[in-house]
């Protein structure tokens, strides 16, 4: 098996870890920016960008790993407007970035009105890059974090709602929304985006509730990833979720493609993305 991590923090990751992805058979994974434990000033989100885009692709290249990031101002972080307006003037410099695959991960965190009129500005952000020509971003994608616990029904109703509003400005093929569950995956793929899920021991999916989720609802537009970061969680989730499925009895066709073959589609709409999907017998 091959597999793409979709949502991973490396940054808060051991060297080992990208190590140990390797020999579990990992050939690529995607970064978003997200919170680093304390609110950062501007200066220092330049400075995070910057670690996103040339320090974390060399420490995975290290390891036959390739590094895509995603660059925005976290949904933690936006209910400072002043801050927020000096990041998000920085983020279109970083989108031409060749490993940048586009804005992400925005969203809710607390549903605030200033956390959704930042949201706003990012995809506004991602619509401007398309229309920048070849010398821009202009195959930006969007991956979206819907929140935890409580408040995500209510974050993603209203994460919809915003997307609709851009009407034909917004492509849902070009969207990704994240660490979705039982109560929101549908809402999400029924909606024509795609759907992620994480894989996460406290407030997220477990890899058995995931197979579930795979079984109702079926694999297509529908990714797996670990998002592991500074909290309790675990690199190799996704591949314990695939285990889960093939102890159910799923074969290579389907694990093939909801572990690699999905991300390689979603992520090859940048013409940046450089993982192709691999070729196997079509699903019976």
Known sequence: MFFIDPHIHMVSRTTADYEMLALSGVVAVSEPAFWAGFDRSPAGFVDYFRQLTEFEPRR???????????ICLNPKEAQDLGKAREVLAEIPKFLSCPSVL??????????????????????????????QGPSGAKHALILIHTPHLEDKLKGTRMI??????????????RVLIDH???????????AGYWAGMTIYPISKATPARAVDMIEMYGPQRLCVNAAADWGISDPLNTHRT???????????????????NNPAEFFGQNSKFAVKPIKVQPLS
């Open 160 to 173: 919809l709602e915003m997307l609709r509003d851009f009407g034909s400005a917004i492509d849902p093929a």
């Open 180 to 190: 979705v569950e039982e109560h929101t995956i549908e809402l999400v793929k029924d």
């Open 242 to 260: 695939m285990l889960e499925a093939q102890r159910r009895g799923h074969r290579l066709p389907e694990l093939l493609q909801v572990f690699h």
């Open 102 to 131: 586009g804005i992400g991960e925005i969203g809710l965190n607390k549903n605030t009105p200033n956390e959704a009129k930042v949201f706003q500005q990012h995809v506004q952000i991602a619509i401007d890059a398309a229309s």
């Open 60 to 70: 995975a290249a290290q390891f036959g790993i390739q590094h895509y990031s995603w």
